[in-house]
């Protein structure tokens, strides 16, 4: 089947505006995942859901962003008023249910570049 | 704090050329930890867990293994494709089973 889809998979945007990065998990998978990952480092957890619900959105840095999952599928990290910091890749993952044992799916990533 | 170190950052190798990499990590209460695969311009694709100290795991021409301090990534006779970046993370202590600390990973090359 389809693997994690996100969209857009480069987005360009001046600072201080808004923007919307999307993610289709893997059909079927209740937990859903949010990273970012800066050049050269490794990804950084910001948000994870599991159906709905933010169960974890202790990784978000300010309250500049913010994620919804409304129907338990397609995830929605929006980011009010970027600036430069906020760019990096931003990486959705899922897995069929919460539990460590539930190996996590990472889609391509969106590409964010604030100038 | 809770953290992941790589070693090496880098690492070129000849084709046939066996070697390990290295992640270690300070984390109260290891849950697990994860071996990750990351090629240029993709997202991460996930190799192996492992729970306990001890516990090895294999795929092909890499072998996990798990100590109480560290966990090896050893790859015997590589190919150019296994040239990637190998990434390892556990679970942070006290966050849900969702937050994964990540290391900064190791650059791996391998030259036919």
């Known amino acids: 089947g389809a693997g994690v889809s996100q969209t857009p998979s480069n987005k360009v945007t001046e600072k201080g505006k808004y923007v919307e990065l999307r993610c289709d998990p893997i059909s079927g998978h209740t937990a859903l995942y949010w990273y970012r990952q800066s050049l050269g480092q490794g990804p950084e957890f910001l948000i994870y859901f599991q159906g709905t619900g933010a169960a974890d959105d202790s990784g978000l840095p300010n309250d500049r962003f913010f994620a919804v999952r409304p129907e338990g599928s397609v995830s929605t990290l929006k980011i009010q008023r970027t600036e430069r910091g906020d760019s990096a890749v931003y990486l959705c993952a899922s897995s069929l249910t919460a539990g460590l044992n539930n190996e996590q799916f990472f889609g391509p990533g969106t590409r964010l570049t604030v100038l | 704090e809770d953290q992941v170190t790589q070693s090496p950052e880098a690492l070129r190798l000849q084709e046939g050329e066996s070697s390990s990499l290295n992640c270690s990590y300070t984390?109260?209460?290891?849950?697990?930890l994860f071996w990750y695969r990351q090629d240029p311009g993709k997202g991460p694709e996930f190799l192996f867990t492992?729970?306990?100290a001890g516990e090895e795991k294999e795929k092909e021409r890499l072998k996990a293994t798990l100590t109480k301090k560290e966990s090896f990534l050893h790859i015997t006779a590589p190919k150019p494709e296994d040239s990637a970046t190998y990434l390892c993370a556990v679970p942070r202590y006290g966050g849900s089973q969702g937050n994964l600390i990540f290391g900064k990973g190791t650059k791996l090359s391998v030259k036919p």
């Open positions: 492992l729970y306990s």
């Open positions: 984390v109260s209460g290891l849950r697990g």
